[in-house]
């Protein structure tokens, strides 16, 4: 899944930051965050590009699922996933694509997390306990499914680090 993981983040032309210094979690969630780290959130073509990024890798998790006999991602993370993508704006379908309707409001509220306005959502990602889109997803790429649901520290202090 690592490979993949990349391919993902590739296809919508994102590198992983230059610098980034690897926080908790293991391989597949400091891949993630390796190329999360270079979204600038403040730019409408790089929140658009990641959400493409997220959508993606949710539908590639929920085939992959139904290939090796699931029913697909479990009914209770696509619930909170679907919580936490309409706070910012955004539906997830029954189908796990994205439909924005105020990518503008992902654009705000990501340039008042940068100012340190706000606690984060979607734009900041695994530096507290509340629960992000981003941070979910990382967390779904390491670790199984069912413990899927909270930032990326946060998991990973409520679950132990990968």
Request: charged share 25%; proline share 3%; with cysteine.
């Amino acid at each position: 899944m690592a490979g993949a993981i990349g391919e993902h983040w590739e296809n919508e032309h994102f590198a992983p930051a230059p610098g980034f210094t690897p926080g908790e979690g293991g391989v597949r969630k400091q891949l993630f965050d390796s190329y999360a780290a270079s979204v600038d959130w403040t730019d409408h073509d790089h929140v658009t590009r990641a959400l493409r990024v997220f959508e993606s890798m949710l539908r590639r998790l929920g085939r992959e699922s139904r290939k090796y006999g699931g029913d697909g991602l479990p009914a209770d993370t696509v619930a909170d996933l679907r919580e936490a993508f309409a706070r910012d704006g955004c539906r997830l379908d029954d189908e796990l694509r994205l439909h924005t309707a105020r990518v503008a409001h992902l654009v705000v509220h990501a340039d008042a997390l940068s100012r340190g306005e706000a606690q984060g959502r979607f734009a900041r990602m695994g530096d507290h306990d509340g629960c992000s889109v981003s941070g979910r997803l990382a967390h779904q790429l390491g670790r199984p499914a069912a413990l899927a649901g909270c930032s990326a520290a946060g998991a990973a202090r409520r679950y132990g680090a990968t």
